[in-house]
């Protein structure tokens, strides 16, 4: 009892400041409290990590004096309205409660999946494993002003994930990005494809398809963007149960799959994967994740524990591994 009450003190605590900071990097804050504590870290590190975290957060005040916005769509994509939007949610959540909001948001949020590089999709995943109100209010918030959709070709095609990646991976090895950050090089490289009416979309499409590819593109390249992508789909089967449309929603991942690979810049190819295998023991990983400061390799060992503990694939323990031994 202790220990969930610690967690849920500190996610209060966390609550009072912005989810941005630093001109648009995302606070891990909450999500690393909550996959420390998930790794079974003492009480003293999740202490330890939020008192280091919170310096240079800005503190979010005068809420009692914002008016909410009046519906979702009113202003997508502005962070300006981020107070609008957290008062709107905490209204909502208390009036209806976590199921009846999330179904009725999620529909309308999940074309903007990419929200702040996928870090709004992934603080709603830890806010709903957690079951804290605040957080999920925060998490939809953030999600409604970081909002970033891409208007692509919907048209099919008879080609699987990895072939349509290859066909389309000069347009990113051949941009001239500007600087900024991962948002803004996905903006550059969606505009892109939009204007050469690319074809992205497969024929079928599954989550099982989607962790698979975004699992082995960060195997064969350990890239901070493609990170994302591998914490991103553990995220996204959290908000599945509360989507009708999946096939929209998959369709929609897997466009902010595409054009977060293409950001990158890489050179990506065809590779096959055999043979591999793993230890599989996570307990190394797991006990230097405890003792790590470093929040994408706690979130990375945690996300990958759960994956392999569902699916037995050994590429989760190796990139977990990897992690662990280039910090």
Known sequence: MEESNTLKLLLEKVGKYHPLYGGGLATHLPMVLIALRELNAPNNKLHSVFEESVKGLEVVDGLDKIEPVKTIE??????????????????????????????????????????????????????????????????????????????????????????????????????????????????????????????????????????????????????????????GCHAFSSILPYLEEKEVALKELWKAILVACLSTGIRFENKSIKGVESSGDFAPLVAYAIKSNDSHVIKLVYSCLCEYQKRNDPLYHLVAQRAVEES
Not at 110 to 135: Q, T, W
Not at 148 to 175: M, T, W, Y
Not at 207 to 214: K, V
């Open 74 to 231: 009113q202003a997508l994509g502005d962070i300006s309205y981020y107070k609008s939007y957290l008062k709107f949610f905490n209204i909502e959540l208390e009036l209806y409660g976590t199921d009846t909001v999330l179904k009725k948001t999620l529909p309308i949020l999940v074309s903007g999946i990419a929200a702040s590089a996928f870090h709004a999709l992934i603080r709603l995943a830890y806010a709903i494993e957690a079951n804290c109100k605040s957080e999920i209010a925060i998490a939809l918030a953030y999600w409604c002003v970081e909002y970033q959709a891409f208007e692509l070709n919907s048209a099919p095609c008879d080609e699987k994930l990895e072939s349509i990646l290859v066909r389309l991976s000069p347009l990113g090895e051949e941009h001239q990005f500007s600087p900024g950050l991962i948002v803004s090089r996905m903006n550059e490289i969606g505009d892109v494809l939009k204007q050469n009416k690319c074809v992205i979309q497969p024929e079928t499409l599954s989550l099982t398809q989607l962790r698979n590819f975004a699992l082995e593109s960060f195997y064969h390249n350990d890239d901070f963007t493609l990170l994302h992508t591998v914490t």
